[in-house]
Nanobody, 125 residues
Framework: QVQLVESGGGSVQAGGSLRLSCVAYANAGSTYAMGWFRQGPDNEREAVAVIDSVGILTYADSAKGRFTISRDNAKNTLYLQMNSLRPDDTAVYYC???????????????????WGQGTQVTVSS
C-alpha cells in the first residue's frame, strides 16, 4: 500500500511560480513510477509530467519548457516546479504512483493505482 500526500498548491497571478511536493509513504520512491496529473473543472484528469524510478522524464506538451518534475528517493518525495503559470493551468493537481514495471503508457492516468488527495492551483490573469 502506498499513501501519497501533496502540498504546495495555492493562488498566484499569471507568470508566477509554484512548487508542489508529494511525499510517498511505504517506501514507494525507489521502485515506483510517479507523476503529476491535473483536473480542471469539467475536464478529464490529464497528465502533466512523470518520472520513473531511474529518472526517465516524460512531459505533457502543456508542461514542456515551463514545468520541471524531480524526485528525491532518499526523502520519498516528488516535486513539480511550475513556472510561467497561466490561467489555464488552474486545476487540482494530483500525485500518482505505480509499480514501474506495470506502467506502459506513463501519461495515461488509468495506468496508476495510487493517488494523493490533490492540491488546488489557481492562476489568475
Amino acid at each position: 500500500q502506498v499513501q501519497l500526500v501533496e502540498s504546495g498548491g495555492g493562488s498566484v497571478q499569471a507568470g508566477g511560480s509554484l512548487r508542489l511536493s508529494c511525499v510517498a509513504y511505504a517506501n514507494a520512491g525507489s521502485t515506483y513510477a510517479m507523476g503529476w496529473f491535473r483536473q480542471g473543472p469539467d475536464n478529464e484528469r490529464e497528465a502533466v509530467a512523470v518520472i520513473d524510478s531511474v529518472g526517465i522524464l516524460t512531459y505533457a506538451d502543456s508542461a514542456k519548457g515551463r514545468f520541471t518534475i524531480s524526485r528525491d528517493n532518499a526523502k520519498n518525495t516528488l516535486y513539480l516546479q511550475m513556472n510561467s503559470l497561466r490561467p489555464d493551468d488552474t486545476a487540482v493537481y494530483y500525485c500518482a504512483a505505480e509499480l514501474r514495471w506495470r506502467v506502459r503508457f506513463p501519461l495515461r492516468a488509468d495506468e496508476y493505482t495510487y493517488w494523493g488527495q490533490g492540491t488546488q492551483v489557481t492562476v489568475s490573469s
